[in-house]
């Protein structure tokens, strides 16, 4: 847990969820082994579920704190509100069916540390996620670590990464906002939105994460 505001090397991730009780779960359970080597919290703003899923990412752990919106008001209103309430020294933004690799934030955080960084980029991929919730990480696509250059220059040109690759020192990114007219399906083409020049950006190596997609449904019969 986080004792104090922006203890060095704390961590916020903040997660909104819209009815996904099951996959904001496996997102919560993901950032867990950064907790043995990092004070954290895991925001988890509940966007007007119907399902349980804010009662359900509780339960998972002990990191997990709760903010519950009164009514379905779009991710980035929530993640808006979950910065807001954020302590960390950094912050990371997930979706809830995005799954770390476990040493990701901990590699970050002594990057953006070690390089007195305000941004990290890391690398990221996709995993199939079958009918049973089970997730094939041997047909795991992935993307390695960008280079990493002036930010404004590169959304110009149209660079893009996904919303959970970066790690964000609070500090440079408070009293920003998420554009709530961006609804996109697919992270990978959300362009980062800072509109301000990072002290320093870097790369976080080898550290990734992996955003779920559905396994193709195999269909099979002799007409109609």
């Not at 969820?17 to 904001?24: D, E, I, L, M, P």
């Not at 020192?169 to 959300?190: K, M, N, T, V, Y």
């Amino acid at each position: 847990m986080i004792d104090s505001q922006s203890a060095p090397g704390s961590v916020s991730v903040v997660i909104p969820v819209h009815n996904r009780a099951t996959r904001v779960v496996r997102a919560v359970e993901s950032c867990l082994p950064a907790a043995d080597w990092l004070p954290l919290e895991i925001l988890v703003v509940d966007d007007g579920s119907t399902d349980g899923s804010g009662e359900t990412a509780h339960r998972a752990s002990q990191y997990a704190r709760v903010l519950r919106l009164g009514s379905n008001q779009g991710r980035q209103r929530a993640r808006d509100e979950g910065l807001a309430a954020s302590i960390g020294e950094f912050v990371k933004f997930l979706d809830s069916d995005d799954v770390l690799v476990a040493e990701s934030l901990i590699r970050e955080v002594e990057v953006a540390r070690a390089q007195s960084a305000d941004l990290v980029i890391s690398g990221w991929g996709r995993l199939e996620e079958a009918e049973d919730g089970s997730l094939d990480y041997l047909k795991a696509s992935e993307v390695a670590a960008p280079e990493i250059r002036e930010v404004p220059d590169a959304l110009l040109e149209g660079w893009a990464v996904p919303t959970s690759a970066a790690l964000y020192r609070r500090s440079f990114i408070a009293g920003l906002h998420w554009d709530p007219r961006i609804r996109r399906p697919d992270e990978s083409s959300r362009s980062l939105t800072v509109p301000i020049h990072p002290r320093q950006s870097s790369s976080g190596g080898q550290a990734r994460g992996y955003l779920l997609q559905q396994a193709p449904t195999k269909v099979s019969g002799s007409g109609m």
